[in-house]
């Protein structure tokens, strides 16, 4: 079976833009969350999704947003990125919201702010 | 405080030896704890999980609970060259949210 798989894999932006990532969970889960990962530091949770619907919402300012659709895909936006906004950003998905669920992560996007 | 911290490292162990690997957590209600394995470059990869006080094995790997201490540990027997990785402890707690808190991880190195 297919495991978490996000698009792109690597994305170079300048300042002022905006991106788009994507994220597939694993086939049968419905729960799909976002983390930060900055270099030396574990990852920081962005956002929740379970069924479509915001479930939690991390330290994070409004320039990030994401959805959740009917197939349980995902994505996350950032607008008026900030070189700050370099990191590599992981998807991980969990059958179930329930906080014993072991969330599986993708290979991440790798993205650069020139 | 932080609310999940790890020693930083660099920790070094002969192949062969016990590698263990330490995290406290500053949150009570913290429910679910994971270790989790993450090469350079590469994403985490989910190893071990454990939600009751007490140790739990999984093949070379054992990870070991206490929450009247607040302190989750994972011991890696038989250390190979290739769990030379960083380790990466988290928890969550009940409520609304289920989102993983990390800790900024282990780098462990295990030499020849």
């Known amino acids: 079976d297919a495991g978490v798989t996000q698009s792109p894999t690597h994305l170079i932006k300048t300042r002022g833009q905006h991106v788009t990532l994507r994220c597939s969970p694993i086939?049968?889960?419905?729960?799909v969350s976002w983390y930060q990962q900055v270099l030396g530091q574990g990852p920081q949770f962005i956002f929740q999704y379970y069924e479509k619907e915001e479930r939690g919402r991390g330290n994070f300012p409004d320039r990030f947003s994401a959805r959740q659709f009917p197939n349980y895909s995902s994505e996350l936006n950032v607008n008026a990125l900030l070189l700050g906004d370099s990191a590599l950003y992981l998807c991980?998905?969990?059958?179930?919201?329930?906080?014993?669920?072991?969330?599986?992560f993708g290979d991440g996007t790798r993205l650069s702010i020139l | 405080q932080k609310e999940v911290e790890q020693n930083s490292g660099p920790l070094s162990v002969p192949e062969g030896a016990i590698a263990s690997l330490n995290c406290t957590y500053s949150d009570r209600v913290s429910q679910s704890f994971f270790w989790y394995r993450q090469y350079s470059g590469k994403s985490p990869e989910l190893i071990m999980s454990?939600?009751?006080?007490g140790d739990k094995e999984d093949g070379r790997f054992t990870a070991q609970l206490n929450k009247a201490s607040q302190y989750v540990s994972l011991l890696i027997r038989d250390s190979q060259p290739s769990d030379s990785a960083t380790y990466l402890c988290a928890v969550t707690r009940s409520g609304s949210a289920r989102q993983l808190t990390f800790g900024s991880g282990t780098q462990l190195t295990v030499l020849p």
């Open positions: 991980a998905s969990s059958f179930r919201e329930s906080s014993n669920q072991p969330q599986h």
């Open positions: 454990i939600y009751s006080n």
């Open positions: 086939s049968g889960h419905k729960s």
